[in-house]
């Protein structure tokens, strides 16, 4: 019996003995053994942890609020609109953009450093959002099902001890990576959120370019939680030559982008 078929006999098996949901994008059942009012329980403990691990919020109320509007925007044309989203941009200098659950999505200032279009900014907090969607952060906890009473209670109780535990798990969610499915599926969701909300999907495949350029150069951070972008950039061109053939009049760069981001003044203050 191959790895592949055993792994989706014990899925189907603990589903049965203790629970699955259906993923909004793929419409398809996965073990979850949380219930979606956890996420938000989850997300709003964590986030606070995670952008005081990443050196705090660009302190930058305009660029902030020109993050969220972007990803606003996604979000309201995601398969799940009516989770309340934070967008937010974080101090740390590495090139990295993280998803929690319940609607809370952070990039950091070093990759905002090397965007050059709203696009392209479209095309990572909508893969983001798709994470979210797709609830991929609980189903990755759930099939780490050793953590699951330390999640639970990390996640309701204040205790010194559960302080430690927390602070552990703020690690995990910095350092999880998602499957390669999982990450496809983010991709080609967040391409259709992308052309939903108006922006061109080319942005997508810009920022893959950048990101592989990067890499080439020296190993950056991205992708210690996410799969190198050659074998990405294939499938979400063939998406667009296919699916989105004619995009003209699909936005790329907008002035609220080369005021917030390529001409802001927070390029030029350091974190305390």
Known sequence: MSKKLLLVILSFTL???????????????????????????????????????????????????????????????????????????????????????????FLTKGMLQNLTSEAQLAGILAHETAHVVARDTMAALSRQRAIDVLL?????????AEAIRAAALTRLFLDLSYSRDDEQQADLAGLDYMVQAGYNPHGMIETMQMLQNKQEARPIEFFSTHPLPENRMEYLTEKIETKYPNVTGLKTTTEGFRTAILEGGWKLKTHP
Not at 152 to 160: L, V
């Open 15 to 105: 589903c049965l003995s203790i629970g699955c949901a259906v993923n909004p994008i793929t419409g398809q059942e996965e073990l979850m053994l949380y219930p979606e009012q956890k996420d938000i329980v989850i997300g709003r403990k964590f986030a606070p942890k995670v952008e005081k691990q990443m050196g705090g919020r660009i302190a930058d109320e305009s660029l902030q609020s020109y993050i969220d509007s972007v990803g606003q925007r996604i979000a309201r044309v995601s398969h799940r609109p009516d989770l309340e989203y934070h967008f937010a941009a974080l101090e740390h200098k590495s090139i990295n953009a993280i998803a929690l659950p319940g609607g809370y999505v």
């Open 152 to 160: 639970i209670a990390a996640a309701t109780q204040d205790t010194p």
